[in-house]
């Protein structure tokens, strides 16, 4: 293989490990706050439904969820409505995915969904957006959020569903001295919130518009 190669190949690897690195993160976080590897009250704090969360990129209120089927293709669908305002200085989208700022669990099938779609105010099913991100201006006023976590089978739901929410700061997200420039990222050390929010199993519906533009 050519010098010029190897230098090719060498980013994209490290790209990779760095993305394996930021999931597995996410994944340790998620079984922490909820307890499998050690006493919940050192990894995260409950809060109850209806109750601010500032999270340091946004302060969110989640009180409610449904929970929805797809016989067709097999997944549940579950949308947890709430509202959230930007206390910062810039827009910013509500959610961060790369470092699962807002987390779906199921703990009986341990899946857990840290890209859920979301809209905000008034919407409609095909107004729930994944890769396209819909920011809050700065400082922004309450603003409804719905967000989409998609699950598969054999989710079944209960009367809560757990959302947890990553305390995020603003600083250099170097993993390796991959990067140097600053960006928001999860708080390394601190305990994550934990809410569940009551959940109502509503009527099949049929297939979900989620845009990914």
């Not at 930007?86 to 341990?110: H, K, R």
Request: glycine share 6%; hydrophobic share 40%; charged share 20%.
């Amino acid at each position: 293989m050519s010098e010029s190669a190897t230098t090719t190949t060498r980013p994209a690897r490290r790209r990779v490990f760095v993305a394996a690195v930021v999931i597995l993160a996410a994944l340790v976080v998620v079984v922490l706050a909820l307890g499998g590897l050690g006493e919940r009250k050192t990894t995260s704090v409950t809060v109850a439904p209806g109750d601010e969360i500032d999270t340091g990129m946004m302060v969110f209120v989640l009180s409610s969820a449904t929970a929805s089927h797809s016989a067709s293709s097999g997944y549940w669908s579950v949308v947890v409505t709430g509202t959230v305002r930007n206390p910062n200085s810039e827009s910013l989208a509500p959610v961060e995915p790369m470092y699962g700022s807002v987390t779906g669990v199921d703990e009986a099938t341990s899946q857990f969904v840290a890209t859920p779609a979301y809209c905000l105010g008034p919407c409609a099913a095909d107004e729930f957006r994944i890769s396209e991100r819909v920011l809050l201006p700065p400082r922004s006023e309450w603003t409804d959020i719905r967000m989409r976590f998609t699950l598969d089978d054999p989710y079944e739901p209960s009367d809560t569903f757990p959302v947890l929410l990553r305390p995020m700061v603003y600083e250099t997200a170097a993993v390796l001295g991959y990067s140097s420039a600053e960006s928001w990222v999860a708080q390394s050390g601190a305990r994550t919130f934990v809410v569940r929010v009551p959940l109502t199993r509503v009527i099949p519906f049929s297939e979900p518009i989620v845009s990914y533009r």
